[in-house]
């Protein structure tokens, strides 16, 4: 096997470490120099560590110097990842390293918008308070308070509110905040 090889299958075997959590494996890979490579979707070992909730390979794998902005084949980031699923301590791990908070993935989505769409309210609040973009718009002019109210998710809306979201803005099909909000009521 040469050189080449005996990496590249190193770097699959750190793949699946970080995707199942190993962390003593994941520093035994990173020790006989496995490089950082990338699923068919593009997702790096960060990436797979942060949305499985992996706090101490994610911990790791920081330390090793992983990017904390490589975005994957739909745009996003390990911090989107980590806010598909609300996992708090992955997201604090990561804004606390520098992360880029308000990095869009294809869809025009900040890891804010991930979490309030899911009504994850403590990361809605985590990224609020490190500083994401309450008013930053999705591809369809959705801004988090947007997505929140849309699904009913009101302990997130009121968090995006007292963090400085605006009740006026209008999405690209002109639709309000308390619009949405409304439309979900069940009629008297």
Known sequence: MSQQDAVAALSERLLIAAYKGQAENVVQLINKGAKVAVTKHGRTPLHLAANKGHLAVVQILLKAGCDLDVQDDGDQTALHRAAVVGNTEVISALTQEGCALDRQDKDGNTALHEASWHGFSQSVK???????????????????????????????????????????????VGEQHWLLSCSLCPSP
Do not use: I, P
């Open 126 to 172: 985590l990224l609020v308070k490190a500083g994401a973009n309450v008013l930053a718009k999705n591809k369809a002019g959705n801004t988090a308070l947007h997505l929140a109210c849309q699904n009913s998710h009101s302990q997130s809306t009121r968090v995006l509110l007292l963090g400085g979201s605006r009740a006026d803005l209008k999405n690209n």
